[in-house]
């Protein structure tokens, strides 16, 4: 099920937040979130709930007895995190591993293996859990039911954001609801539908025409944008949606993006992108190995590992790793060769980056790497300059672009602020005009269109 859907909108959605706030406790309400997530879940992933679950109880179980143990709690976190772990490289990699040995020529069997949705992010998120417990940054759940509410709960559950057990616990078992932190759970929420449903699925449009016209460079450069811009309002507009869902639940979840299309320089850019991926990469991964107080080489190891895992987290193809190995080198060289020039010249450090970033979307978008050659090479001029289909669609989605570009800015963001402050009464009116404005734009679409995927959900 999705949350731009009009059986989420309409049906799912309204019915929960009748029945949860029939509810006096919050334990019943928790209750009714663990049912109700479970429904969701299952309404897409029948076959695959009981992996979820499993997850949930192993993982509580190994929390639980990390905090009893004195002396074998190393070897508890060690287990329960592989046990974790092999889920995730048996259902997500499985596929990958076989192909690559049978490419090799190694005799193996062929089955197929279909990945649960969100297990990327459910399993980090119990992985985060029994590693807090194990440095003692959170004490283990008491009660199953409520750590199963955590993993489970819907609106992050199947792209995220990562949301940590430290960053829900009080909330998971006292939280506040207010009329202020609902509607400005439901602006949000609106905002992530219009972001997904009127910019991502129309750039997504405008890529997918672009893919089957004939090859020129504009049309090529104008895939590359449009796609990097579609995946931005794809995910982001997710993140928003998820971040309002638990507002109007009463939980605060954490940002994962912060306009990372204004960053001037690679580092700044995965400091504003998918933060809560980068922050459990460090905080798990990068720091345990000895983050940079290490001797160089060690260090260099370090953050090619980070990010040759990170690219792998992305998906189990080829082109991921290559996309991890891209931007590892890049903050290596941006830390030690070119970061401080950067620093010194903000116009030609905001281009640089954003160059980068759109070519990084070209390798992560082409799973096929003989279209990724040939991609990168048109990009560059193996093809001719321009021609009249690709000008006829440019022409025909230049708004959206146009609207895009604007949107990807903190200037509306600041516009908003500009007029909150000169008349509150005319920012009050105009707020909740356009907030049901976009919903109902967002419905209409929603019922006459056919093109409505997140892109997320098979990382």
Known sequence: MLFSSISFLYYFLACLI?????????????????????????????????????????????????????????????????????????????????????????PVPFFSVVMPIGISFFTFQTISYVADVYQKKVE???????????????????????????EVEKELQSREHSYELFANGIRRFVIGLAKKVLLANV?????????????????????????ALQIYFDFSGYSDMAIGLGAMFGFHFPENFNYPFIARSITEFWRRWHMTLSYWF??????????????????????????????????????????????????????????KYLEDHHALAWVYTQLLVVISFVIFRQEDLSLLVQQLQGMFGAVPLINATTLYYFKSYFVILVIGIFAMTPWVKQLSQWVKTRNRVVYDVLDVVIIIGLFLIVTAYLVDASFNPFLYFRF
């Open 140 to 166: 283990a759940s008491c009660h199953f039911w409520q750590y199963a509410t955590y993993v489970c709960l819907f609106p992050q559950l199947v792209a995220g954001p990562i949301v940590r057990y430290s």
């Open 282 to 339: 460090r905080d798990y991964v990068y720091i345990p190995l000895g983050g940079n107080r290490v001797p160089f080489w060690k260090w260099v190891r370090n953050v090619m590992v980070v990010w040759l895992l990170t690219g792998f987290w992305h998906g189990a193809n080829w082109n991921f790793l290559f996309w991890g190995l891209y931007f590892g080198i890049l903050l290596l060289l941006e830390k030690k060769i070119w970061g």
């Open 18 to 106: 009748i029945i949860y706030f029939v509810m006096p406790k919050t334990k019943w309400k928790n209750l009714i979130l663990l049912v109700m997530s479970l429904c969701f879940y299952g309404y897409g992933e029948p076959r695959a709930i009981w992996i979820l679950l499993l997850s949930c109880v192993i993982s509580y179980v190994g929390g639980r007895l990390i905090e009893k143990s004195t002396k074998y709690r190393t070897w508890i976190l060690v287990i329960t995190i592989g046990i974790e772990l092999s889920f995730l490289i048996y259902y997500k990699y499985a596929g990958f591993f076989l192909d690559t040995l049978r490419s090799l020529s190694v």
């Open 203 to 227: 750039l997504g449009e405008f890529c997918t025409i672009l893919s089957g016209q004939d090859a020129s460079v504009l049309s090529y450069w104008l895939q590359a944008i449009s796609y």
